[in-house]
């Protein structure tokens, strides 16, 4: 299992590919990009800092949660939440 440190290294450098890939390799900043994951067990907190690829181009925030659902035959699904903490979709999801 995933432990909170090796959590976020992950979901950092799938940010960074992401972003790169969404902006086109011209977004400023992707080496700031960061997500980190505090916490024990099947449920941590995440925060990340981000770039908006999509309208601003500017940093963004991002706060949520990741949850490990063990599945049969020894996998795992994981669900991730992650918005702005002043989003109006937060408590939708």
Do not use: H, N, Q
């Not at 659902?69 to 999801?93: K, M, N, Q, T, Y």
């Amino acid at each position: 299992m995933l432990d909170a440190a090796a959590l976020g290294a992950e979901l950092t450098t799938y940010f960074r590919g992401l972003l790169a890939a969404v902006g086109g390799g011209a977004l400023a900043g992707l080496d700031r990009v960061a997500v980190r994951a505090t916490g024990a067990g099947p449920r941590l907190a995440l925060t990340a800092d981000v770039v908006d690829a999509f309208k601003t181009r500017r940093p963004l925030a991002l706060t949520g949660w990741a949850a490990r659902v063990p599945c049969a035959g020894g996998g795992a699904l994981w669900r991730f939440v992650l918005a702005p903490a002043a989003s109006g979709v937060r408590p939708e999801i």
